[in-house]
């Protein structure tokens, strides 16, 4: 007669039911039910099959802050983050260009003025937990429908520079008839600088003549988003 199993043996790990009641739980109350190690949970289950991700999760949410500012970090940051390999960083940059996708998608799909709160969703998806300043100039044709989307300049904490004339060439070469630009803080604070003002009045000054608009110069950062336009700045 064969021995019965030691208690315990066949059972499954003891976060397997945890998983899956935390899968159950987002498919029926959504994500506004769940904490951001939670959220971020879910993601790792993919790139970790056989092991508790829970303390991961919290580790990671902990060190950079959010469940979106783990997704946005910069790969060595993740990297140097205890039991964060290849594959989780992959599953967590497949997140992030998702999100990307999906906001861009808003964008092109109506007129940029007509649809203004999606432009300001991408070029915070897009940029506003980036660790260094960029320019990302959208180019519209005459209907202000999005013909081109590029980030221009990539420069440091605090600082990218921008050659009003380089924008304007660019827009001549897509044939864009109007633009918005938009750039982050890495700070978080999206208060304009006087640099921020001066350079976007340059731009206009260059662009104008050339029957080129300047719709806006949109500022994004963790802590929201600002508007030289709608500050009357510009």
């Known amino acids: 007669m064969a021995e019965a199993p030691e208690d315990g043996l066949n059972e499954a790990p003891h976060f397997h039911g945890h998983r899956d009641r935390l899968r159950a739980r987002f498919r029926s109350a959504g994500s506004q039910a769940l904490a951001d190690y939670e959220l971020l949970e879910l993601v790792l289950f993919r790139a970790v099959p056989r092991r508790d991700v829970k303390p991961l999760a919290k580790a990671l949410v902990d060190r950079f802050g959010s469940f979106a500012e783990v997704v946005a970090a910069p790969v060595q940051l993740l990297a140097e983050v205890p039991g964060v390999k290849d594959a989780i960083i992959t599953e ?120 080129i608009e300047v719709h806006d110069h949109i500022i994004v950062g963790k802590d929201g988003h600002a508007s030289l336009k709608g500050l009357r700045l510009i």
């Open 92 to 211: 967590l940059k497949v997140v992030e260009a998702a999100a990307q996708r999906l906001a861009k998608g808003q964008v092109k799909r109506r007129p940029a003025l007509s649809s203004w709160s999606a432009v300001i969703d991408y070029c915070r998806t897009a940029m506003a937990y980036a660790d260094r300043e960029q320019v990302r100039v959208l180019f519209l044709d005459k209907r202000n429908q999005l013909i081109a989307d590029e980030v221009l300049q990539t420069g440091t904490v605090d600082h990218a520079p921008v050659y009003p004339r380089e924008v304007v060439k660019r827009a001549l070469e897509v044939s864009a008839s109007a633009l918005i630009l938009c750039h982050n803080h890495p700070s978080g604070d999206p208060t304009p600088s006087r640099a921020d003002i001066d350079m976007t009045r340059r731009i206009i000054d260059v662009a104008k003549p050339l029957g």
